[in-house]
């Protein structure tokens, strides 16, 4: 079975500066994908970014990159330049063979100006 | 382009009513998930559909609750009867690729049971 920790409950970040959201993952499938997911105080789920187990290259979408490390089953989430729009929940999520989907509990960031 | 859409937003009911909450996929995506988020287990995969079949309902809890998705453009989760418990907010989301795809979420459906 899949697990999905995070390990911060919650974290502040001043605007403008660069903040990082720990992952760590467990699974026994050898292709899988792991996932960041952002829930505004509007409740609704948008995806931020995703990986692709078998790519080594970091995957990037603007402000937001991942450090993803294989052998050590870490998948962190940096923001660079943040803004009070990043101001959510940030969930991380692992996906592998015919398995679910499988949330973290998620990390609450709070941007403050 | 109009996104994944639920109703309703919020609902209160009283122990043992009948609850049915409801959802449309966008139009093209074959995958519809159901899921429930609470703060104590966080976001729980319920069922899986996929061009209207059920896939995968190990994470519906017990009888009460039930999914259907008659069409490729609506599907339903009824709880009967409901139970304070069952309080939670519950997301519909639709994949246009099945389990490795992107999943576009409604805004949810905010569940109080008295």
């Known amino acids: 079975a899949q697990t999905v920790t995070q390990s911060q409950p919650e974290m502040s970040v001043q605007e403008a500066e660069t903040v990082t959201l720990s992952c760590t993952y467990d699974?026994?499938?050898?292709?899988?994908?792991l996932f960041w997911y952002k829930q505004p105080p509007s409740r609704q789920m948008i995806l931020v970014i995703r990986?692709?187990?078998?790519?080594?290259q970091n995957a990037t979408e603007n402000r937001f990159s991942v450090n993803f490390q294989k052998a050590a089953k870490s998948f962190s989430l940096k923001i660079s330049d943040s803004q009070l729009g990043d101001t959510a929940m940030y969930f991380c999520?692992?996906?592998?063979?015919?398995?679910?989907?499988?949330f973290g509990k998620g990390t609450k960031l709070t941007v403050n100006p | 382009d109009a996104g994944v859409i639920q109703s309703p937003r919020h609902e209160v009911t009283e122990m043992g009513q009948e609850v049915t909450l409801r959802c449309k996929p966008i139009?093209?995506?074959?995958?519809l998930f159901w899921y429930r988020q609470t703060m104590m287990r966080g976001l729980e995969l319920l069922i899986y559909?996929?061009?209207?079949?059920?896939?995968?309902d190990s994470g519906m809890p017990e009888d009460r609750f039930s999914a259907k998705m008659p069409n490729a453009s609506f599907s339903t989760l009824k709880i009967q009867p409901s139970e304070p418990r069952d309080s939670a907010v519950y997301f519909c989301?639709?994949?246009?690729?099945?389990?490795?795809?992107?999943?576009?979420f409604g805004e949810g459906s905010r569940l109080t049971v008295l």
């Open positions: 990986q692709e187990a078998y790519k080594q």
């Open positions: 699974t026994s499938e050898s292709n899988y994908y």
């Open positions: 139009s093209g995506h074959n995958s």
């Open positions: 999520a692992s996906q592998g063979g015919s398995e679910k989907l499988v």
């Open positions: 559909f996929n061009n209207n079949v059920p896939i995968d």
């Open positions: 989301a639709s994949s246009g690729t099945g389990y490795f795809g992107e999943l576009f």
